[in-house]
């Protein structure tokens, strides 16, 4: 088992920044492929980034790249992304996953745990 407890979620004006942290317990989290994915009010849940168990690999979807960067310290067993030029379209509720895949994945369904997620709301 991993617990996850997301946190630095809240409410910004357009353009702003937020630094969101993935805390994990349990398991070693080093060992986990790591995602963040969002979801919006009627909206499906959707991949935002994801990072590899090392942190070496990143990779990010496309309405976010260029201004969110994936980060990890495993020593810390954190997970981070930090949020930049933000938009009111990225107003949402933002979860950390992670996956038994080393590289992570950008499919939900590949990931193993979840935590509880945390808002962040985007003003015009």
């Known amino acids: 088992q991993v617990q996850l407890v997301e946190s630095g979620g809240g409410l910004v004006q357009a353009g702003g920044s937020l630094r969101l942290s993935c805390a994990a317990s349990?398991?070693?989290?080093?060992?986990?492929?790591m995602g963040w994915f969002r979801q919006a009010p009627g909206k499906e849940r959707e991949f935002v980034a994801r990072i590899s168990w090392s942190g070496g690999n990143t990779y990010y979807a496309d309405s976010v790249q260029g201004r969110f960067t994936i980060s990890r310290d495993n020593a810390k067993n954190t997970g981070y992304l930090q949020m930049n030029s933000l938009k009111p379209e990225d107003t949402a509720i933002y979860y950390c996953?992670?996956?038994?895949?080393?590289?992570?994945?950008?499919?939900?369904?590949?990931?193993?745990?979840w935590g509880q997620g945390t808002q962040v709301t985007v003003s015009s």
């Open positions: 349990g398991r070693t989290f080093s060992s986990y492929g």
């Open positions: 996953a992670v996956s038994r895949r080393p590289h992570g994945s950008p499919q939900v369904f590949d990931y193993d745990y």
